[in-house]
């Protein structure tokens, strides 16, 4: 199976910093514990997280790469945005400050296909 066969799934758990205690317990929402391991000989790689149901910019980021995606995750990932789009973005702090940007980077998009 190609890795383009393999359907949208669950692939990364992401876990705030601030909810590992030093004994690696990570206190979860719902009122369990888990236990994190960081061996040894781990590797790190930065990412960045986005939340396209509480951020308006992480929605129009997420609707961009969907664009440029193969076909098959494209359409995945358009089926996502759209359960989030009907549901409506619910914003986070992040989501609202990032609002005002994405509302002009909007109107300026609009504006540019109508010539003015």
Not at 59 to 71: D, G, H, K, V
Not at 76 to 96: A, D, F, H, N, P
Request: charged residues 25%; contains cysteine; aromatic residues 8%.
């Amino acid at each position: 199976m190609g890795n383009q066969d393999i359907p949208l799934h669950e692939k990364y758990e992401v876990i705030k910093f601030s909810q590992i205690c030093e004994n690696g317990i990570v206190d979860n929402r719902d009122g369990t514990r888990s236990i994190t391991f960081f061996p040894e000989d781990r590797t790190y790689r930065k990412v960045f997280v986005i939340s396209p149901a509480t951020d308006p910019a992480a929605l129009a980021a997420l609707e961009l790469y969907s664009r440029m995606c193969y076909p098959k995750l494209r359409e995945e990932l358009k089926g996502w945005l759209k359960g989030i789009q009907m549901q409506g973005v619910k914003l986070s702090r992040t989501g609202q400050l990032n609002l005002p940007m994405a509302m002009k980077h909007l109107l300026d998009t609009v504006l540019s296909m109508r010539g003015e």
